[in-house]
C-alpha cells in the first residue's frame, strides 16, 4: 500500500465578517478554521472511497499556537478534540478552545493585533493522545485584525482607514483644512482671511517692511547691528549693549537681582544684604552649624562626615526604623534576622551567631574539639544514676542501706570462733544472678569476713565468717549494700 503523507490546507475567517457593523467588540466569539486533509499529490482524500485512511470520521487533537513572529513569544494557545466527517473535513473556532496556560494574553481581543506580525502554527494529534505533530506555522494576514476596527465607535476615522487621500475633503466639516491639502504649497494665499500672512509667503524675504505697520521694524532690517540704540527708548538697554558685565547694578532697581546679573562673580558680597549668605562664601565648609538658626539642619550641613553624634540630640535616631536588613557581627549585630525562642547561642567569629537548638530537661551544651559543640544529656555509668529534672542533674551511686532483715533489726552479738553469721532473705531490692553486691556493717568486724550475694532473684544475703579464732561480740549493726547491675 503506498504510504500517504498528511498535509493541512487551513482557510480562516473571522466571524466579525458578517456583522461587524452591527455588533459590539466584547460579542466576538472568535476566529473561524476549518482544514480539509490531502495526500502529497494534492489530491483530495474521500473518506467514503478510501476505507482506513487516518482522517476518516476520526477524533482527533488540534493545538493552535499564536505567536510574535515566526516562533516567537506565545501570545495564545489552546486545544480542542473534534471529529473529521466523511471526507476529513473538519471546522473550529479559534478562541474558543481549552486554553493551555501558555498565552500571554488571556483572551484574543487583548493581543496587540495592530503589530501585523501574528503567526498560526496549528498541530494535530491523529490519535487525539496529546502527541501533536505540527502541520502548518503561517503568518496571519488581514481578516484578524477586524478586531481593531469593531473597537471603534461608528462613523469614527479607524487606523486602516487613513491610507493616502482617503480621508477627503468633503469629509471634514466646511471652512476646514483637510489633512489631503495640506501637502507641499496646497494652502494658498486666498485660502487664509484678508490681510493675513500666508504659508506660501513666508519665504526668505517675502516680509517686506511694507507689509508691516509704520514705525515697526521689519524682517529685512533685522541685520547685524540694525537695530542701534537709537532706534530704543531712552533710558532703554539695547541689544549692542548686552554685552558680558554690561548691565550692572546701578542699573537695575534698588533690592532687585536680574538673571543679567547672574554671570560669574557679578554678584559680590556688598551687593547682598548684611548678614546674608552670598555665592562667593558658599565654597566647601563655609557654611557651619552655628550659621544655620538652631534646630535646623539645611543641605549645607549634609556634606560627609559634617553631621557627627554630637550635633544630634538625644533620642533623636530611632534605630528600630533606621537601621534595615541584618547587622553584621562586626557592627554589634547578631547577624541574623531572627533567633529560636529559648535555644543555646554560640558564635562563629565573624559570621552570624548560630543556634544549638532548644535543650530539654537536663541537657547541656558538649564541647565538640574542633567543631561546634552540641547539646546533650550527661550519660550514667556502671554503677552511677543520672537523673535530670528541669533545670537540674543529679548524679547518684547504687549505694542501699538495709536498717533490718524480715526477722528485725541485724541482731549478730557474740559470734563463736569458726562460726559464720547469715542474715534472712533480705528481698526489697531488684537485683538478679550475675549483679555486684558489696556489702559493709557500721562495726568494726575485728577481723571476721563479711560477703554479701544474690541468693535468688530480688534477693540479698549477708554471711559474717569468724576465723578469728576466738570470740567476737558484733552486736546489733546496720548492713549498707552496693548493687551494680
Request: net charge negative.
Amino acid at each position: 500500500m503506498k504510504k500517504i503523507n498528511i498535509f493541512w490546507f487551513i482557510i480562516t475567517i473571522c466571524l466579525i465578517s458578517q456583522y461587524s457593523y452591527s455588533q459590539n467588540i466584547g460579542d466576538l466569539k472568535g476566529i473561524y478554521y476549518q482544514a480539509v486533509a490531502i495526500d502529497e499529490n494534492g489530491k483530495e482524500i474521500v473518506g467514503m472511497d478510501v476505507e482506513g485512511k487516518p482522517l476518516y470520521q476520526k477524533a482527533i487533537g488540534v493545538k493552535f499556537t499564536i505567536t510574535k513572529g515566526l516562533n516567537g513569544d506565545i501570545q495564545w494557545e489552546e486545544t480542542h478534540t473534534t471529529t473529521t466527517d466523511k471526507y476529513g473535513l473538519f471546522s473550529l473556532t479559534i478562541g474558543l478552545g481549552q486554553k493551555t496556560g501558555n498565552g500571554a494574553y488571556n483572551s484574543l481581543l487583548d493581543i496587540p493585533w495592530i503589530n501585523a506580525d501574528q503567526f498560526l502554527k496549528v498541530e494535530i494529534s491523529t490519535k487525539n493522545d496529546g502527541k501533536y505533530v505540527l502541520v502548518s506555522n503561517q503568518q496571519f494576514m488581514t481578516v484578524p485584525y477586524s478586531f481593531y476596527t469593531d473597537d471603534i465607535a461608528d462613523n469614527a476615522i479607524t487606523t486602516n482607514k487613513i491610507l493616502d487621500e482617503t480621508i477627503l475633503a468633503e469629509d471634514i466639516a466646511t471652512g476646514a483644512v483637510t489633512t489631503s491639502e495640506l501637502l507641499d504649497e496646497t494652502i494658498l494665499a486666498e485660502d487664509i482671511a484678508t490681510g493675513a500672512v500666508t504659508t506660501s509667503e513666508l519665504l526668505d524675504e517675502t516680509i517686506l517692511a511694507e507689509d508691516i505697520a509704520t514705525g515697526a521694524v521689519t524682517t529685512s532690517e533685522l541685520l547685524d547691528e540694525t537695530i542701534l540704540a537709537e532706534d530704543i527708548a531712552t533710558g532703554a538697554v539695547t541689544t549692542s549693549e548686552l554685552l558680558n558685565e554690561t548691565i550692572l547694578a546701578e542699573d537695575i532697581a534698588t533690592g532687585a537681582v536680574t538673571t543679567s546679573e547672574l554671570l560669574d562673580e557679578t554678584i559680590l558680597a556688598e551687593d547682598i544684604a548684611t548678614g546674608a549668605v552670598t555665592t562667593s562664601e558658599l565654597l566647601d565648609e563655609t557654611i557651619l552649624a552655628e550659621d544655620i538658626a538652631t534646630g535646623a539642619v539645611t543641605t549645607s550641613e549634609l556634606l560627609d562626615g559634617t553631621i557627627l553624634a554630637e550635633d544630634i540630640a538625644d533620642g533623636t535616631i530611632d534605630l528600630t526604623t533606621k537601621v534595615t536588613g541584618v547587622l553584621p557581627v562586626s557592627n554589634g549585630g547578631t547577624g541574623a534576622s531572627s533567633l529560636t525562642d529559648n535555644s543555646l547561642l554560640v558564635a562563629k567569629g565573624t559570621g552570624a551567631i548560630q543556634s544549638l537548638g532548644v535543650a530539654t530537661d537536663g541537657q547541656i551544651p558538649i564541647g565538640v574539639t574542633g567543631g561546634t559543640p552540641v547539646i546533650g544529656n550527661i550519660k550514667a555509668g556502671t554503677g552511677i544514676t543520672v537523673t535530670n529534672t528541669p533545670g537540674g542533674i543529679e548524679i547518684s551511686s547504687s549505694v542501699q542501706e538495709v536498717n533490718s532483715d524480715p526477722a528485725g533489726t541485724f541482731v549478730i552479738n557474740n559470734l563463736p570462733a569458726g562460726s559464720t553469721y547469715t542474715s534472712n532473705a533480705i528481698n526489697s531490692f531488684a537485683v538478679d544472678f550475675g549483679d555486684i553486691i558489696i556489702g559493709s556493717i557500721d562495726k568494726d568486724l575485728q577481723g571476721c569476713m563479711m560477703t554479701a550475694y544474690v541468693s535468688q532473684p530480688n534477693v540479698i544475703r549477708v554471711s559474717i565468717f569468724n576465723g578469728t579464732g576466738g570470740a567476737v561480740n558484733l552486736g546489733t549493726v546496720v548492713i549498707r549494700v552496693l548493687i551494680v547491675h
